[in-house]
């Protein structure tokens, strides 16, 4: 019998326009609950390895997997033998002789999801590193098409730190025509350049607008107010004074009067008081727990995705 051979998720920039496309409507027909009920992971084992805190994303993946037939086995952050010296490259050869998806949050850049990722029997999901959290924006996007029936010539406002998240956004945002993003991050705390300048490339080609301003002036309407909380994690603030930089940059109903019809987005958890006021998340405007419970549909839209064998294709 031939090998399965599956696909990674480590960045939004793994996926063609078609296959971004696809997870991000797979994920809105989970969501909408036109999906058909089939359990195409049921001969499937998912590991699922956390090495930093998780509420949405570790459960989305984990129900997600379980919901579609797949059988779950969940590493803590101390349990590999990786924590003994093993190296990463040997723990991958023996993961993917026994598993077929790992989906991991590590603690530190993509390297080592890269080395997961060095073959192709086991499918390597990245559930959030350093640098970029790909499976947000998938759960963005499909959030956008349930609330907007489109992606294209929408208008995102992110405020705050370019985070993991925000690199993610942008990569994905700048693949669809006519749709912009403004970015405004406290000075020192902007969105890694590297992910600035690939997802440049990509609006370039596709006529989508990727804008970043260190502060809150002349804010433009849009049809999105986003932000994310201040503490990244795994993060440490480099000047004591960091609050003092950050206060301007906190969403209010003031922020939200400059965009009357906008919805207010955050991948979570909130500080309220903090990056948000609790009467903006908490208000109509807020589709923020909608976009939470997107997490799980799309989750599922990207283990059917990673999962599936591919090995008859060639
Ligand atoms: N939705 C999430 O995955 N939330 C947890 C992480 C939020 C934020 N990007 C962080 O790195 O702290």
Not at 92 to 119: F, K, N
Not at 243 to 258: C, H, I, L, N, Y
Not at 289 to 311: G, I, M, P, T
Request: proline share 5%.
């Amino acid at each position: 019998m031939p090998q399965a051979e599956r696909r990674h998720l480590i960045s939004i920039d793994d996926l063609s326009d078609e296959e971004l496309r696809h997870i991000a409507l797979r994920g809105a027909e989970f969501s909408a609950g036109s999906a058909d009920d089939a359990r195409p992971l049921a001969d499937t084992v998912v590991g699922v390895l956390f090495r930093k805190t998780s509420t949405r994303t570790r459960t989305a993946f984990s129900a997600g997997a379980l919901r579609l037939g797949a059988r779950l086995i969940t590493y803590g952050p101390g349990d590999l033998q990786e924590n003994t010296g093993e190296t990463v490259e040997d723990s991958a050869a023996v993961l993917s002789r026994m598993i077929d998806v790992l989906v991991a949050r590590t603690a530190g850049p993509e390297h080592e999801l890269r080395a997961y990722a060095a073959q192709r029997r086991m499918a390597v999901v990245n559930a959030m590193s350093q640098g970029e959290h790909p499976t947000q924006a998938l759960a963005d996007l499909t959030t956008l098409l349930r609330r907007f029936g489109r992606i294209e010539d929408l208008h995102v406002i992110y405020v705050g730190e370019g985070n993991n998240t925000a690199s993610a956004l942008a990569l994905a945002l700048s693949r669809f025509p006519g749709t912009r993003l403004t970015l405004r991050t406290p000075p020192g705390y902007g969105v890694a350049p590297e992910y600035l300048e690939r997802a440049a490339v990509s609006a370039k080609r596709s006529g989508a607008r990727i804008e970043e301003r260190h502060d809150m002036a002349d804010l433009p309407a849009a049809d999105v107010v986003y932000t994310t909380r201040w503490q990244t994690t795994g993060t440490v603030k480099p000047t004591a004074d960091w609050r003092e930089v950050f206060a301007p940059f906190q969403v209010t109903e003031k922020t939200m009067a400059s965009s009357p019809d906008a919805v207010f987005m955050h991948d979570l958890p909130a500080h309220r008081g903090e990056e948000v006021t609790a009467d903006v998340l908490d208000g109509p405007a807020s589709i923020a727990f909608d976009q939470a419970e997107n997490k799980y549909h799309s989750a599922r839209a990207v283990l059917e995705w990673c999962a599936a064998d591919r090995s008859s294709e060639r």
